[in-house]
């Protein structure tokens, strides 16, 4: 799995960032809760996540 690229997402408009944010801000909610109830899941998957979500804030930021 490699990350995203910014010029991917640049076509973006600024509902659909929001949804992008809120969606990857549940599913790392719900990475952080099989973590700390020891189930299996890809640790990577963390990094990736955290990287798009960070990528998003700041093309929203960009936008405004």
Do not use: G, S, W
């Amino acid at each position: 799995m490699t990350f995203t690229k910014i010029k991917n997402i640049k076509h973006l408009t600024t509902q659909e960032i929001e949804e992008k944010i809120i969606t990857l801000k549940k599913d790392i909610l719900k990475l952080e809760i099989k973590k700390a109830t020891r189930q299996t899941f890809k640790p990577h998957i963390f990094k990736h996540k955290k990287h798009e979500l960070a990528q998003l804030l700041t093309l929203e930021t960009q936008k405004l």
